[in-house]
């Protein structure tokens, strides 16, 4: 019988080892920054009701959904797009089980339908981070504080959160005198500035048949984007007449004071800055590297109010952001960020065997060192020369072999061999864990 094709679904991944260790590394930081800003972790089911999903994330996403039928059954199933719905989801079924104001942080894959190309994949982990019950603009300066926090840990330090607020752009867009019908033209134009250009916007804006003194007086605000909170001021004045965007600049200026107060200063207001989920209330933001260039953005997220309100009676102010998981690691590898201690194994300690009569005690030391807390792989395969099993333990990334000859096993001793540097031991065998630790450093 001819073997059956290894292929995968476009769009799906295998990790290595030494990648799951990576991944599990970052994921390790970042929990820990959620858990020390107080936020709680929950988890939620792959399978959501197809009409939990959609009409929620706007036309394009509803595109992007994976629908699922059990076999024989009658409901409509669908793979969870993102994480935030189904947070809306879980908070309507258990808030009498709920502490309000309700911190979360949700770690898991979702699955969209885009096409597959590099950094983009139809299965990949999600990392997001909420506050629930909260209308201060003091969840959302939280939010940007602990993102700022996360990729600190992590080893990041070029990177700057732009900050930008939808009462603001819809305000922008009847100051301009922009149909309703046509600002989601107007949005999708302005959040090319930054590939396109102010030209790029003018024409794309002109393409959409947006009438030109509307271009024109758009185009007079973008100007501002460069340095944002220093012309909060005369954006203002310019839109005096416009109440809702009067709301946005008042938010972001909250938001920017109690910035301020959590010590916070990678950041800065863009007003060119739109995110493009259609469920955003309020602030937005988005974290940019700025160091390498054109490295993009790593963090995404804003103010969700009405969301909450699409399962229950009433909403619940909500604001939070999820953390761009696949290009954090991606990138920790171009930077080359992660820690020595992120090796390529869990093992520690590979035990040798030398022959079939020493296979017992072999397994009798790595049992010891496990019992004292170091990783131990005991070799498996007598027949294999010993030198082919250092090879093997250095190979797989091992950090010390352990020899355990007849002559050794005679005199109660063990010989230990660092790999990376070939420095060995000989200790007694209730010394062996003591002089793994010191070897291991």
């Known amino acids: 019988m001819a073997p059956i094709n290894t292929r995968l679904p476009k ?3 295998d990790f290595l080892p030494h990648e799951v260790l990576k991944r599990e590394y970052v994921f390790g930081v970042i929990t820990d920054v959620f858990q020390t800003f107080g936020f709680e972790p929950i988890a939620t089911p792959t399978l959501e009701m197809l009409d939990t999903l959609l009409g929620k994330s706007g036309e394009e996403a509803d595109k992007l959904i994976f629908h699922a039928q059990h076999p024989g059954g009658k409901e409509a199933l669908a793979l969870r797009y993102d994480l935030t719905v189904p947070l809306a989801r879980y908070v309507a079924m258990h808030e009498n089980d709920l502490s309000m104001p309700f911190r979360r942080y949700h770690i898991a894959p979702v699955w969209r339908g885009d096409r597959p190309q590099k950094g983009r994949y139809r299965e990949f982990y999600q990392c997001d ?4 019950g909260v209308a201060s603009m003091a969840a959302d300066a939280e939010i940007v504080s602990l993102l700022v926090a996360a990729l600190r840990r992590l080893g990041f330090a070029d990177f700057t959160v732009h900050i ?26 302005i959040d090319k500035l930054d590939k396109i250009g102010l030209d790029g916007v003018k024409k794309e804006l002109a393409a959409s048949g947006i009438a030109d003194d509307a271009i024109g007086r758009m185009m007079d605000l973008l100007q501002y984007r460069e340095d944002g909170l220093a012309a909060l001021g005369s954006v203002r004045d310019q839109l005096r007449g416009v109440p809702i965007a009067q709301e946005g600049i008042t938010e972001i200026e909250q938001m920017v004071d109690y910035l301020d107060a959590l010590g916070v200063d990678q950041f800065t207001v ?7 989920l259609g469920y955003y209330t309020g602030p937005v933001y988005e974290t940019m590297i700025t160091r390498p ?3 993009g953005s790593v963090t995404g997220g804003g103010r969700y109010d009405r969301l909450i309100g699409l399962f229950r009676k009433e909403s619940m102010p909500t604001t939070g952001s999820s953390l761009g998981i696949e290009r954090i690691i991606d990138l920790m590898d171009l930077l080359d960020l992660y820690p020595a201690e992120v090796t390529r194994t869990v093992v520690q300690v590979l035990v040798s065997v030398f022959e079939a009569g020493t296979q017992g005690a072999s397994l009798a030391l790595a049992n010891e060192l ?3 807390g170091i990783r131990t792989e005991a070799y498996m395969n007598p027949k294999r020369a010993i030198g082919k099993q250092v090879q093997y333990a250095d190979r797989k990334g091992a950090q010390i072999v352990a020899f355990l000859g007849p002559d050794e096993i005679q005199a109660g001793r063990v010989k230990f061999k660092r790999l990376r540097d070939g420095h060995e031991v000989e200790v007694s065998r209730a010394e062996a864990a003591q002089a793994v630790r010191a070897l291991l450093g």
Request: hydrophobic share 40%.
């Open 11 to 13: 769009g799906m991944r």
């Open 164 to 189: 930008n607020n939808r009462k603001l752009l819809n305000g922008i867009g009847i100051y301009a005198g922009v149909p309703e019908a046509q600002s989601g033209d107007l949005y999708r134009s």
């Open 370 to 372: 496990r019992a004292a």
């Open 129 to 132: 981070v909420d506050i629930v």
């Open 270 to 276: 863009d007003l060119a800055m739109v995110r493009g």
């Open 293 to 295: 260039d054109n490295l």
